[in-house]
Nanobody, 120 residues
């Protein structure tokens, strides 16, 4: 199976920065894509940023120019650098990977989430 461990969340003032790492482990043959989603209280989960195996990235309009997604392929780790944070960025942030394992075909796996709170 695949395990994802997120960290780096916390409380930060508006205008501040946080970096969220997410490390994947387990019987992983390959990772096709990695992404970060977020879910604010009362809202649906939404895509924040994604990065493919080839390095192509995609961002939600609300975070373009402020957030950067990157990955360390050897360490099976994806990062979300969040700058110029706003109170509306407050949410639980979830890491997800699309991976192949010896047991299952390409499947999506999710982390447990990390809380990010931005105070005004």
């Amino acid at each position: 199976q695949v395990q994802l461990v997120e960290s780096g969340g916390g409380l930060v003032q508006a205008g501040g920065s946080l970096r969220l790492p997410c490390a994947a482990s387990g019987s992983i043959l390959s990772i096709n894509a990695m992404a970060w989603y977020r879910q604010a209280t009362g809202n649906q989960r939404e895509l924040v940023a994604a990065i493919t195996l080839g390095g192509s990235t995609n961002y939600a309009d609300s975070v373009k120019g402020r957030f950067t997604i990157s990955r360390d392929t050897a360490r099976k780790t994806v990062y979300l650098q969040m700058n110029s944070l706003k109170p509306e960025d407050t949410a639980v942030y979830y890491c997800t990977v699309r991976a192949n394992t010896p047991t299952y075909p390409t499947s999506d796996y999710w982390g447990q989430g990390t809380q990010v709170t931005v105070s005004s």
